[in-house]
């Protein structure tokens, strides 16, 4: 994993060295001493991840209480999601998000009031899910805490577990796509960046295929509106919004 634990001050470098070794990643005192492209920055409430490598970007965090999170929820922009997984008035599947990432996607599904399972391999990355579930925990709104409280994280590849008994797989792999105008955002080029090339491309095929050998009846394929489509199979359909589409596999 390219990346390196280090303290945002001085006090907060016990806890940085402990999750260090707990996460099993290098651990480094100050930002001069890093060699890796990205950093998880370690301070007193919140972590953070930062891509210290050419380009530098701002730091990438996870918050099921900021103002953006909680824009997606009152915009609607989860009417599509919802609709592709299968909620209804009268029911909410239980979902295992198998590439969680910052979990913005099963913020949104919980919200609806499914069930998740948010299934992250990058220890790094899981470790800001577990920190924003804890923290959304104790917020002052009820809805946050409540689907907060349908969340669970898990640090593994997705692809050696069972996720049989789930009404629903969630995919949203890395696209290796870097057109220019398909412009990687900040948040995913830091997750790009914690990952080579090669294992990253592997990711989509591979998922698909784990995900069809699990015993659930639907998997729902995140893509770029205009993508190919993962794999040989055509999906049983497809939700097509302005920049992405949901495709539905029935099996
Ligand atoms: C594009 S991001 C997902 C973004 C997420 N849907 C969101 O709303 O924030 C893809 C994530 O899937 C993770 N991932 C890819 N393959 C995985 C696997 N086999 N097991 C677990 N996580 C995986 C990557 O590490 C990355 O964090």
């Not at 995140?222 to 190919?228: D, E, H, S």
């Amino acid at each position: 994993m390219n990346c390196t634990v280090c303290p945002s001050s001085g006090a907060d470098r016990h806890r940085a060295q402990g999750i260090a070794t707990r996460l099993g990643l290098p651990f480094a005192k100050r930002l001069t001493e890093v060699t890796t492209s990205v950093v998880l920055v370690i301070d007193v409430e919140r972590s953070w991840l930062q891509r210290v490598s050419e380009p530098v970007l701002g730091p990438v965090t996870v918050d099921f209480t900021s103002s953006a999170m909680l824009h997606r929820r009152r915009a609607g922009h989860n009417e599509p999601i919802g609709r592709a997984v299968g909620v209804r008035a009268d029911r909410c599947p239980t979902v295992f998000d198998a590439t969680a990432g910052l979990g913005r996607d099963a913020f949104v599904l919980a919200d609806l009031g499914c069930r998740i399972t948010l299934c992250e391999q990058m220890t790094p990355v899981a470790h800001l899910l577990e920190e924003a579930v804890s923290l959304a925990k104790m917020s002052t709104l009820q809805k946050v805490q409540m689907a907060a409280g349908r969340m669970t994280v898990t640090c593994a590849d997705s692809t050696t577990s069972d996720a049989s008994g789930y009404d629903v797989i969630y995919l949203d792999p890395m696209f290796p796509e870097r057109s220019k105008t398909a412009a990687v955002k900040k948040d995913l080029a830091t997750l790009q960046a914690l990952r080579s090339d090669s294992e990253q491309d592997i990711d989509a095929t591979a998922l698909l295929a784990w995900a069809k050998e699990q015993s659930v009846p639907r998997i729902v394929v995140k893509r770029p509106v205009k993508a190919t489509v993962v794999g040989s199979a055509r999906p049983s359909h497809s939700i097509i919004g302005k920049t992405i589409r949901y495709d539905v596999f029935i099996q």
